[in-house]
């Protein structure tokens, strides 16, 4: 069975300051992708982040990095210099090859001023 | 030049009601997902289709049936719709091939709001 798990429901960070999301995952295949979406109270998802299974470095995007551990199963998410705009629900997915897709149940963030 | 596109943006509906919703994207990919966001902002596959065929229908009720009539589109049709059918749909698409070696993420519809009464 594929699983992701977000043990935050919630999340406080200052301002500036750097936060990291926890997401572990449980899949048998050996072909995944992992993602991070952004839900702000707007309601759209907003693509954010992927590591592929297969890739050998942690992806970056800007101000998101992917701190992929493999062994632990374990793809956290890193923003650093948080804003005000960053308070939104974050979401970590899953698809594999065939064609399973499994979201987390989320992590709202708040950033403080 | 919208990716991937929803209609309606909401549905009001009584129940017992048959209701339709409309996917489409325009991004060349060969999959496509239904999610259904509840109240508590839980998100749930509900079906994968590649290249038109199914390939994912997680446990749903019958009463919901997805048709895909080309790889672009992928319309959820809902019959004898109960107050439980409430929350935000959402329409996604992605590559399916290659995945762990390619950067294929979902593009998600702007999703649509289903309120049953």
């Known amino acids: 069975a594929q699983k992701i798990t977000q043990t935050q429901p919630g999340m406080f960070v200052q301002e500036k300051e750097a936060v990291t999301l926890d997401c572990t995952y449980d899949t048998s295949d050996p072909s995944y992708g992992l993602f991070w979406y952004k839900q702000p109270s707007s309601g759209e998802m907003i693509f954010l982040i992927y590591?592929?299974?297969?890739?050998?470095q942690n992806a970056t995007e800007g101000r998101y990095s992917l701190n992929f551990q493999k062994a632990r199963k374990s793809a956290n998410l890193v923003i650093s210099a948080s804003q005000l705009g960053d308070s939104a629900m974050y979401f970590c997915a899953m698809n594999t090859n065939a064609g399973k897709s499994t979201f987390g149940d989320g992590t709202t963030l708040t950033v403080k001023p | 030049d919208t990716a991937v596109s929803q209609t309606p943006k909401y549905l009001v509906t009584q129940m017992g009601n048959d209701k339709s919703i409309k996917c489409e994207q325009n991004l060349g990919h060969d999959t496509m997902y239904w999610y259904k966001q509840d109240s508590k902002k839980f998100l749930k596959i509900m079906f994968s289709?590649?290249?038109?065929?199914?390939?994912i229908n997680e446990t749903v009720p019958n009463r919901f049936s997805p048709k895909s009539p080309d790889k672009a589109h992928l319309n959820l049709h809902i019959n004898s719709l109960e107050l439980g059918d409430s929350a935000v749909y959402f329409c996604a698409s992605s590559r399916l091939k290659d995945t762990g070696t390619r950067h294929n993420e979902q593009f998600f519809g702007p999703g649509t709001r289903l309120t049953v009464l």
């Open positions: 590591q592929g299974s297969y890739d050998q």
């Open positions: 289709y590649n290249n038109k065929e199914l390939i």
